[in-house]
T-cell receptor, first 116, second 112 residues
């Protein structure tokens, strides 16, 4: 597609339920990133994919968080047993190369997750 | 990792030039300086990138002094549509996501 597409745009879920967030990157972009942005805060790195592998999972806040990427394209971020502190905007970005000093990131509009 | 420090917020009147300064005292030799802009309910968008001296594009200018421990994003003649959060990032060619520190950015409000 023309840009990075994320779905759903908004998600309200009950505490303890599992949620899946989807990211469809720009076609041909090999690198994919997930970030989290809490209200009024900066972006918190979660995980990075190069192709289908995730060389850097250092930002995942707990083992309730997992992510996968298939076919070098779509990625899914799964949060199990959601907690209220998981409420945030989850942003996905893709870039055409693993290297490049932060220039080539194209972000989606994010998924706003609210845990009630 | 080179973290950055920016003012939390700034106000400016329409038509004025706005300068946002970012401190990055522990910048590494091969680090670049990149600025992103974020509007409400959108993801950040690349504005400009530089390594040293001055870089200019159709949107902004970036001034980097010789010691590279700071940088200044300059927005000429701002309009209401420039109201956004501006992030300064520092990193090198081999860095990946966790090594780009977005921080809280600078919230710019343009006043009519």
């Amino acid at each position: 597609g023309a840009g990075v597409s994320q779905s759903p745009s908004n998600k309200v879920t009950e505490k303890g339920k599992d949620v899946e967030l989807r990211c469809d990157p720009i076609s041909g972009h090999t690198a994919l990133y997930w970030y989290r942005q809490s209200l009024g805060q900066g972006l918190e790195f979660l995980i990075y994919f190069q192709g289908n592998s995730a060389p850097d999972k250092s930002g995942l806040p707990s083992d309730r968080f997992s992510a996968e990427r298939t076919g070098g394209s779509v990625s899914t971020l799964t949060i199990q047993r959601t907690q209220q502190e998981d409420s945030a905007v989850y942003l996905c970005a893709s870039s055409s190369s693993r290297t490049g000093p932060g220039r080539g990131y194209t972000f989606g509009s994010g998924t706003r997750l609210t845990v009630v | 990792l080179a973290k950055t420090t920016q003012p939390i917020s700034m106000d400016s009147y329409e038509g004025q030039e706005v300068n946002i300064t970012c401190s990055h005292n522990n910048i590494a030799t091969n680090d670049y300086i990149t600025w992103y802009q974020q509007f409400p309910s959108q993801g950040p968008r690349f504005i400009i990138q530089g390594y040293k001296t001055k870089v200019t594009n159709e949107v902004a200018s970036l001034f980097i002094p010789a010691d590279r421990k700071s940088s200044t994003l300059s927005l000429p003649r701002v309009s209401l549509s420039d109201t956004a959060v501006y992030y300064c990032l520092v990193g090198g060619p081999s860095n990946t996501g966790n090594q780009f520190y977005f921080g809280t950015g600078t919230s710019l409000t343009v006043i009519p």
